[in-house]
DNA sequence: AGCACGCCGACT
DNA sequence: GTCGGCGTGCTC
């Protein structure tokens, strides 16, 4: 240990290493200046770099010649609030990343580069007329209640009520209670229900500052809605995962809407989940959460089975509209065309017949998955990826849905030279192309990534389909979530296959909950909806328990298999990715880190090193290693022991690697 | 992650 | 001769 004769500085800087750097005062200073929370400016290496004042200690082990010399102090008040420090802390000891970097990602840009954080912007408008709130049915009047009742205490509580019981009417009332006691509220969505009319309805019913913290906002845009929220002006913040970061006055509720969606959870760098996030910050500031969705995820179900969340339940539909019908068609024993069948064919006549809309779901964009040789059985390959290509149309090209490759559509064969491919498989262009013939004179809009990539061309979309009264909307997962078409009284589901024979344990949960947000898009208002599934297993138990007992019996059936496999939320998940050039380097890695599992002790079941599912992406491999303990203390106590030796192992600079906690997806 | 240093191959 | 390829090492 090196006594100093002044204070050091310990501070955390936005780099992967998972330490904190020791620097001295910048000279003159005054030393009331160092409080905890300020930003810095440090020099580190060759750059200069803006870090986090974590604490001001006495003494250091690093030798007195390598202590360099703070630049500047950036702020005169902690930039950081406690909560949202001590959230950021908890984050990256949770997610094992590192903390410089975690709070650097709290930040808006402009703040991470070492901008003054003031306030430029007049406060925000209120725009649109007063709505009032309309009448309650008892269910909703009831989880009002008991959310009022949690009154400055830390609950968290599961708002379970299906598509149109008026989940929204609950929140937007439990609001109104924080509101009126003068405190903000942060509602979490996911990214594509943000639109700008989830916004207007919430300014039009309070008529105070609300703010949405877009994907679209610019770095300055971004800057001052940080600050409204931090200056206690703006009221209520809608936004997505990262505004559960959002520094407030006075935080008296957070909302997190579709609590089941897996956007939730960030997939890249720093892989949190925001609903798990949100739920620590109440706890944190010691406020009420609610959770909503009418599919809860499992994870929140067994939350609520062992009484750590409250469960409200709005089991019936708001108003007068009807719950769907729901109908299996067995495509093996149907005449078909182009993925349709003759009954799906002959109901979405009658519908379109008597003026309504028809909406069609199909989870494959592109005009066909596979480009295939007649001849030898050649298959047009991605020359990066492990993948096959897909066959688009318009425009005509050979696409990776991965690497985002583009090629020309061969017109021979790549291995026998002979002009024998065919597009093998319905995507959503295919399909179009197919409702096109079928239906000459009904307007047929499809909404898929594909042509909603342009900013606003959803909005257009969604327009266009508002403004028609028959017609047939087409599309992938974009069309199953958040949105409201009211005209809409049949859905089909082209292939609800896909999700029961999967790999991943979790594609059951996921298939379930987009049947059901598919199925939620029809029957609003006063028509009611009719869904049909086409499936080639209508006999199989997950599908029949769905259409024959609902969500919940659904969901518990998923919970008791998991049980029995002890898969989570059982069970705890760790997967270690590794990727390289050289196919065996990543595995090499992986292999190093289950040896050092293997020897700390502690009840863990290691898996792998495997390949990915898609074992090469872009030119490199994936390879993982999951890690499975029945406690979530056994696996952390673990994970922090690991990454302990994974710095003194440097893999050097040939093996790229994160570490994913709680992953949503494990293939 | 960045960024510099360092040691080998083909270029004005 | 030197421009630049990426392996290796370090960051208070």
Same mark, same amino acid.
């Given at each position: 240990?090196?006594?100093?004769?002044?204070?050091?500085?310990?501070?955390?800087?936005?780099?992967?290493?998972?330490?904190?750097?020791?620097?001295?005062?910048?000279?003159?200073?005054?030393?009331?200046?160092?409080?905890?929370?300020?930003?810095?400016?440090?020099?580190?290496?060759?750059?200069?770099?803006?870090?986090?004042?974590?604490?001001?200690?006495?003494?250091?082990?690093?030798?007195?010649?390598?202590?360099?010399?703070?630049?500047?102090?950036?702020?005169?008040?902690?930039?950081?609030?406690?909560?949202?420090?001590?959230?950021?802390?908890?984050?990256?000891?949770?997610?094992?990343?590192?903390?410089?970097?975690?709070?650097?990602?709290?930040?808006?840009?402009?703040?991470?580069?070492?901008?003054?954080?003031?306030?430029?912007?007049?406060?925000?408008?209120?725009?649109?007329?007063?709505?009032?709130?309309?009448?309650?049915?008892?269910?909703?009047?009831?989880?009002?209640?008991?959310?009022?009742?949690?009154?400055?205490?830390?609950?968290?509580?599961?708002?379970?009520?299906?598509?149109?019981?008026?989940?929204?009417?609950?929140?937007?009332?439990?609001?109104?209670?924080?509101?009126?006691?003068?405190?903000?509220?942060?509602?979490?969505?996911?990214?594509?229900?943000? @639109?700008?009319?989830?916004?207007?309805?919430?300014?039009?019913?309070?008529?105070?500052?609300?703010?949405?913290?877009?994907?679209?906002?610019?770095?300055?845009?971004?800057?001052?809605?940080?600050?409204?929220?931090r200056s206690g002006e703006a009221k209520v913040v809608i936004g997505t995962r990262s505004a559960v970061f959002t520094p407030f006055?006075?935080?008296?509720?957070?909302?997190?809407?579709?609590?089941?969606?897996?956007?939730?959870?960030?997939?890249?760098?720093?892989?949190?989940?925001?609903?798990?996030?949100?739920?620590?910050?109440?706890?944190?500031?010691?406020?009420?959460?609610?959770?909503?969705?009418?599919?809860?995820?499992?994870?929140?179900?067994?939350?609520?089975?062992?009484?750590?969340?409250?469960?409200?339940?709005?089991?019936?539909?708001?108003?007068?509209?009807?719950?769907?019908?729901?109908?299996?068609?067995?495509?093996?024993?149907?005449?078909?065309?182009?993925?349709?069948?003759?009954?799906?064919?002959?109901?979405?006549?009658?519908?379109?017949?008597?003026?309504?809309?028809?909406?069609?779901?199909?989870?494959?964009?592109?005009?066909?998955?596979?480009?295939?040789? @007649?001849?030898?059985?050649?298959?047009?390959?991605?020359?990066?990826?492990?993948?096959?290509?897909?066959?688009?149309?318009?425009?005509?090209?050979?696409?990776?849905?991965?690497?985002?490759?583009?090629?020309?559509?061969?017109?021979?064969?790549?291995?026998?030279?002979?002009?024998?491919?065919?597009?093998?498989?319905?995507?959503?262009?295919?399909?179009?192309?197919?409702?096109?013939?079928?239906?000459?004179?009904?307007?047929?809009?499809?909404?898929?990534?594909?042509?909603?990539?342009?900013?606003?061309?959803?909005?257009?979309?969604?327009?266009?389909?508002?403004?028609?009264?028959?017609?047939?909307?087409?599309?992938?997962?974009?069309?199953?979530?958040?949105?409201?078409?009211?005209?809409?009284?049949?859905?089909?589901?082209?292939?609800?296959?896909?999700?029961?024979?999967?790999?991943?344990?979790?594609?059951?949960?996921?298939?379930?909950?987009?049947?059901?947000?598919?199925?939620?898009?029809?029957?609003?208002?006063?028509?009611?909806?009719?869904?049909?599934?086409?499936?080639?297993?209508?006999?199989?138990?997950?599908?029949?328990?769905?259409?024959? *007992?609902?969500?919940?019996?659904?969901?518990?059936?998923?919970?008791?298999?998991?049980?029995?496999?002890?898969?989570?939320?059982?069970? *705890?998940?760790?997967?270690?990715?590794?990727?390289?050039y050289a196919e065996q380097h990543a595995a090499h890695f992986l292999s190093a880190i289950k040896e050092i599992c293997t020897a700390?002790?502690?009840?863990?079941?290691?898996?792998?090193?495997?390949?990915?599912?898609?074992?090469?992406?872009?030119?490199?491999?994936?390879?993982?290693?999951?890690?499975?303990?029945?406690?979530?203390?056994?696996?952390?106590?673990?994970?922090?022991?690991?990454?302990?030796?994974?710095?003194?192992?440097?893999?050097?600079?040939?093996?790229?690697?994160?570490?994913?906690?709680?992953?949503?997806?494990?293939?």
């Open positions: 240990m090196v006594q100093a004769q002044n204070m050091i500085l310990r501070i955390a800087l936005p780099t992967p290493l998972r330490r904190l750097f020791d620097y001295l005062p910048p000279q003159p200073i005054d030393p009331t200046s160092l409080i905890s929370g300020i930003r810095v400016r440090v020099p580190f290496q060759t750059r200069t770099l803006v870090g986090i004042l974590v604490e001001v200690v006495k003494e250091t082990s690093v030798p007195l010649e390598k202590l360099k010399t703070a630049l500047e102090l950036l702020d005169k008040e902690p930039i950081f609030s406690e909560d949202i420090y001590q959230l950021c802390q908890w984050s990256a000891s949770y997610y094992h990343y590192a903390l410089g970097e975690v709070l650097a990602g709290a930040l808006p840009v402009a703040l991470r580069k070492g901008k003054p954080a003031e306030i430029k912007k007049k406060p925000v408008s209120i725009e649109g007329e007063r709505e009032h709130p309309p009448e309650l049915n008892p269910a909703q009047q009831e989880a009002i209640t008991k959310i009022g009742d949690a009154n400055e205490a830390f609950r968290v509580f599961l708002l379970d009520g299906v598509t149109g019981s008026g989940k929204t009417e609950v929140y937007l009332h439990a609001i109104a209670d924080i509101l009126a006691k003068d405190k903000q509220v942060l509602v979490l969505v996911p990214e594509i229900s943000l @639109t700008p009319q989830t916004i207007a309805r919430f300014q039009a019913r309070f008529q105070v500052p609300v703010i949405a913290l877009h994907s679209s906002l610019s770095e300055t845009e971004r800057l001052q809605a940080w600050l409204l929220a006055q006075r935080l008296g509720l957070i909302i997190v809407d579709e609590e089941h969606d897996t956007s939730f959870k960030q997939q890249d760098r720093f892989r949190y989940h925001a609903r798990d996030l949100a739920v620590m910050r109440a706890s944190i500031n010691q406020i009420p959460v609610v959770l909503g969705s009418a599919t809860p995820s499992l994870e929140s179900l067994l939350n609520v089975k062992r009484e750590r969340y409250i469960y409200l339940s709005l089991p019936e539909r708001a108003g007068t509209a009807q719950l769907p019908q729901y109908h299996l068609l067995d495509v093996r024993h149907l005449p078909m065309e182009e993925g349709l069948s003759s009954v799906l064919l002959e109901s979405m006549r009658s519908h379109l017949q008597q003026g309504n809309q028809v909406m069609l779901f199909l989870n494959r964009r592109g005009f066909a998955p596979v480009l295939y040789c @007649t001849q030898c059985a050649w298959i047009a390959a991605c020359k990066r990826c492990d993948t096959r290509m897909v066959y688009h149309r318009t425009p005509p090209r050979l696409q990776c849905h991965h690497c985002d490759a583009r090629r020309e559509i061969p017109a021979r064969c790549g291995e026998c030279g002979e002009a024998a491919l065919q597009p093998v498989g319905i995507g959503t262009q295919r399909l179009e192309d197919a409702l096109q013939k079928y239906f000459p004179d009904v307007p047929i809009i499809r909404v898929d990534r594909d042509n909603t990539r342009r900013k606003g061309a959803m909005q257009n979309l969604l327009e266009q389909i508002n403004e028609n009264n028959s017609a047939i909307l087409l599309g992938t997962q974009m069309l199953a979530k958040g949105h409201h078409f009211p005209h809409v009284t049949l859905v089909g589901v082209v292939d609800a296959d896909s999700g029961l024979f999967s790999v991943d344990f979790r594609a059951a949960e996921q298939m379930g909950q987009l049947l059901l947000q598919v199925a939620g898009r029809a029957g609003r208002a006063e028509k009611p909806g009719t869904v049909l599934i086409q499936t080639r297993h209508p006999e199989h138990p997950l599908l029949q328990t769905l259409i024959q *007992h609902g969500y919940s019996h659904f969901a518990a059936t998923l919970l008791m298999e998991r049980e029995q496999a002890v898969l989570p939320p059982f069970s *705890h998940f760790a997967v270690f990715r590794a990727e390289s700390s002790a502690g009840a863990v079941t290691l898996l792998g090193p495997v390949p990915a599912l898609i074992a090469k992406r872009k030119g490199v491999y994936c390879q993982h290693l999951l890690v499975k303990a029945d406690r979530r203390g056994t696996l952390q106590h673990l994970l922090k022991n690991v990454l302990q030796h994974i710095e003194k192992l440097s893999p050097g600079h040939s093996v790229k690697w994160v570490l994913d906690v709680d992953p949503v997806e494990v293939v």
